[in-house]
Structure formats: structure tokens, C-alpha cells
């Protein structure tokens, strides 16, 4: 299997500007997971699906941030405007239940200028 | 809320060494632990996962322990090689909806 996929993995763009990350999880895994990782906070988990379904966005910093998946192969994650603040590594896992070990990808690299 | 703690932020030790990386959470009540080491400008790869049913967990060199009433993992890595230099992190499972918390992490740098 090829793992989590995720593109692009990097993205420069100017504040204001709309960005969308994309992730294709493992064939077969039920659950998908968004994070966000910065020097300052570490690791933290944006939102998770489980069958499609989002089952917690506690984690999703304000309405900029949103996230979809239409079927079980694709999700994305959209900030709509983008800030500097905005700037981190995203990543996305997935795994086979939403208890069970989780399986990241390389990480999308975001730079807000 | 959980929270995750892994002191120190760094070590440095000499190749051959057996060590011990410390992680504490704050909520007992967990579902399971995960251990993950993530190289520099990469993901995070999964290298053990403790249920909480469970006391500890092996893979080659690498022995996690659990003890939930005190809020504490270990991970311990024997005979310590340069290729074990990365960012290992301690994440827990807590929660209706099982989500995972992060510890920050602690860089390894094992010196031949």
C-alpha cells in the first residue's frame, strides 16, 4: 500500500488567499484525522472523521478552517482567507478504527506570507 | 482536559547506551497510548501502542511500559544506534470520542 497520501506538500501563498490541502487515506481505513503542527503548540488534532462522518471539530481554530469528505478515499482541508498565523505543517492519518493505531503522511508544509 | 508532558525536550547520548524516554498524562481514564518517531521534515510513524488493558508492549529494541494509575510511559530503547536519532512523541487516547493528545516530544540525537 502506498500510505496516506497528501498534496500538495508544500504551499506558499499570500494572506488573504485561499489554500486546500488534500489527503487519500489507506484503502480500507474507517477513521481520517486532520492535525496541525507548530513549534509552539505541537500536535494538534484539528478534526476527525469516522465513515465520512466528521465526529469531532473541537479542534478547528475558527470558521476560516473547513473540512470535507465526500467519499472514503479523499478529504480536504480549506482555509478560506488564510493568515500568517495560519502558517505549519498539516498533517493527515488515518486508521483502520478510530482507536487503533493511526498511520500519517509526509505533511503538507504551509507558508502564509 | 489531557494534557501530555515529555521531559526532557532533548537528550544526548553515546551509541551503545540503554535509555529510557518519560512520558506523564494528566487523565488516567485512557484508552490507549501511542509511541511515534517522526525524522526531520517527515510524518510521524507509529512504533508502539499500548491498550489500557495493557502493562507493556515490545518491538525488536524498543520495550513501552504502562501504568495508568500514575499517569506514566516509558519508552525504553536498548543499545542505542545513530539511526535511532529523531523526535520521539507520546500521544494518549482519552475521551467519548477517542481523540489523540500529543506530548511536544523529545529529540534524540544518539552520537556514534
Known amino acids: 500500500d502506498a500510505g496516506v497520501i497528501q498534496s500538495p506538500r508544500h504551499e506558499v501563498t499570500e494572506m488573504g488567499q485561499e489554500v486546500t490541502l488534500r489527503c487519500k487515506p489507506i484503502?480500507?481505513?474507517?477513521?481520517l484525522f486532520w492535525y496541525r503542527q507548530t513549534m509552539m503548540r505541537g500536535l494538534e488534532l484539528l478534526i476527525y472523521?469516522?465513515?465520512?462522518?466528521?465526529?469531532?471539530d473541537s479542534g478547528m481554530p475558527e470558521d476560516r478552517f473547513s473540512a470535507k469528505m465526500p467519499n472514503a478515499s479523499f478529504s480536504t482541508l480549506k482555509i478560506q482567507p488564510s493568515e500568517p498565523r495560519d502558517s505549519a505543517v498539516y498533517f493527515c492519518?488515518?486508521?483502520?478504527?478510530?482507536?487503533?493505531?493511526?498511520?500519517f503522511g509526509p505533511g503538507t508544509r504551509l507558508t502564509v506570507l | 482536559k489531557q494534557e501530555v508532558t515529555q521531559i526532557p525536550a532533548a537528550l544526548s547520548v553515546p551509541e551503545g547506551e540503554n535509555l529510557v524516554l518519560n512520558c506523564s498524562f494528566t487523565?488516567?481514564?485512557?484508552?490507549?497510548l501511542q509511541w511515534f518517531r517522526q525524522d526531520p521534515g517527515k510524518g510521524l510513524t507509529s512504533l508502539l501502542l499500548?491498550?489500557?488493558?495493557?502493562r507493556e508492549q515490545t518491538s525488536g529494541r524498543l520495550n513501552a511500559s504502562l501504568d495508568k494509575s500514575s499517569g506514566r510511559s516509558t519508552l525504553y530503547i536498548a543499545a542505542s544506534q545513530p539511526g535511532d536519532s529523531a523526535t520521539y512523541l507520546c500521544?494518549?487516547?482519552?475521551?467519548?470520542?477517542?481523540?489523540?493528545?500529543f506530548g511536544k516530544g523529545i529529540t534524540l540525537s544518539v552520537r556514534p
Open positions: 487523565d488516567s481514564a485512557i484508552y490507549n
Open positions: 484503502s480500507g481505513h474507517n477513521s
Open positions: 500521544a494518549v487516547s482519552t475521551g467519548a470520542n477517542s481523540k489523540l493528545t
Open positions: 499500548i491498550q489500557s488493558s495493557q
Open positions: 492519518a488515518s486508521s483502520l478504527e478510530r482507536t487503533d493505531t493511526q498511520y
Open positions: 472523521f469516522n465513515n465520512n462522518v466528521p465526529i469531532d
